[in-house]
């Protein structure tokens, strides 16, 4: 269709854009949702009290009725239909809707201020958490060769829950346990570049509830009804991973990543 024939597309004349943007809609647009939403919008522009029970029990088609009137028409569609527009009935409103007194005035924009504050003390919070977040990514990265959330980070950090194996292919691989506990497998010259959704290095505890699940999944089976757990024997179990790896003659895998 011609650009400069007045449409946009082939869904609506450029006159019935600008109806929308100017807060007119089809009747069928006109949800009640919509609609109340329209309503209070005016009464807070207007410093007019909105009271929900002038609407309460009201049915869609009651409140069209009363708040909205017809406004326009505008061609839509590819077919060119000639399409009622309608629009907030400002009378209507404010004969429904009473003036909110200076005590009122004063109350709401207080409120107001109040979340506006609210929100920017959060978003000013989450900023400042981001930086400490990427300076501790940064210094980590620096001392040990290797961003903090990656599957190095990890095996560095928990090789209790990692194990080192060739594959039938004859390639060195490393599997370790994902954030649901499930084991997940990585060549090796991979882990530094790998990502571990859920785990951060520099954030004590990220994967607690996971490297908890494998353990006591490892437990199953075993002689006797000791459980590892975080705080005890599995630092024991990294200890004694560590000193089986040395006697072994393998490499440590978080310097392999390096």
Known sequence: MDVNSGYIGHSMSRRAAEAYEDGEMPKSKWTKKAMVAAIQAYCDEFDMFFAPDVLKGMHKDEVFERFFHKSSWHHTSKFFNETDF??????????????????????????????????????????VARIEQLDRHRAYREEHGFAPDTVAAFAHEHPECCHERVSRKGNRILSYIDYLGHEQVCPIDRIGETHLHGFDATEPGSFDRAIECHQLHSTRGMPGDDRITLG???????????????????????????
Request: charged share 40%; hydrophobic share 40%; aromatic share 4%.
């Open 232 to 258: 005890g024997e599995a630092q024991a179990m990294k200890a004694a991973s560590a000193e089986m790896a040395d006697s072994a003659g393998k490499h440590d895998i978080g310097l392999d990543a390096r």
């Open 86 to 127: 309608y629009k907030l009935d400002e009378d209507a409103v404010c004969g429904s809707f009473r003036p909110m007194n200076p005590t009122e005035v004063a109350e709401r924009d207080a409120v107001r201020r109040q979340a506006i504050e609210k929100e920017w003390a959060e978003r000013e919070a989450m900023r």
